[in-house]
């Protein structure tokens, strides 16, 4: 089945680590976002991708890093860096240059940094 | 910054319609209105979208004012497995720079 996937479902690091996170889609969509939320709080954008190969920094990008060497993948690295890493993170594609569509979200990271 | 307001919470009876809200007056002409729903430690799921016209799918209805400044998600017979946070976005998709920005939405609680 088509779809986006996250993995692992639960991280654990400790602090001072690097940590990528994984996020593959095989739905052919040329964009691809990643969020973190907090408890209680809403979806925050941390990096989003238009096409292979570029980026751009959403409203918290500090302390991450992204990669878009092919269409289907858009790892998330969390650097030592970020000072408050502990969070679950979501992953979203959607088609771009359509007039209207929707955004199609993996079942995210639980990372927990201790 | 998230280009909609919506009311932080809301309780509905199990069985009655589920009214949620959504004010998005800076909303511009080609961008569409878009309605998700994230249920407890899990990704946002797609319910609908539209731009003018009311629209109505398997999940819910939507309802956009004449002048498009805000918009009601109706589920019709709330239940239980309807209780979730759900989210009011605007987005344009042909946009080079399509963000889509969440706001905090709304908590619905559905009552036994």
């Known amino acids: 089945d088509g779809g986006i996937t996250q993995s692992p479902k639960y991280l654990f690091r400790k602090e001072g680590q690097n940590v990528t996170l994984s996020c593959e889609q095989n739905l052919n969509h040329d964009a691809m976002y990643w969020y973190r939320q907090d408890p209680g709080q809403g979806l925050r954008l941390i990096y989003y991708s238009q096409i292979v190969n570029d980026f751009q920094k959403g409203d918290i990008a500090e302390g991450y890093s992204v990669s878009r060497e092919k269409k289907e993948s858009f790892p998330l690295t969390v650097t030592s860096a970020q000072k408050n890493p502990t969070a679950f993170y979501l992953c979203a594609s959607s088609i771009r240059g359509g007039l209207d569509t929707e955004a199609f979200f993996g079942q995210g990271t639980r990372l927990t940094v201790v | 910054d998230a280009k909609t307001t919506q009311p932080p919470s809301m309780d509905c009876a199990e069985g009655r319609a589920a009214n949620l809200p959504c004010n998005h007056s800076?909303?511009?002409?080609?961008?569409?209105v878009y309605w998700y729903r994230q249920i407890h430690s899990q990704g946002p799921q797609y319910i609908i979208h539209g731009l003018k016209n009311n629209e109505t799918n398997e999940m819910a209805s939507l309802i956009i004012t004449e002048d498009r400044k805000s918009s009601t998600l109706i589920l019709p017979h709330a239940t239980l497995r309807d209780t979730a946070v759900y989210y009011c976005i605007v987005r344009l998709s042909l946009n080079r720079d399509d963000k889509i920005i969440f706001g905090k939405g709304t908590r619905l609680h559905i009552l036994p």
């Open positions: 800076t909303i511009s002409g080609n961008e569409y």
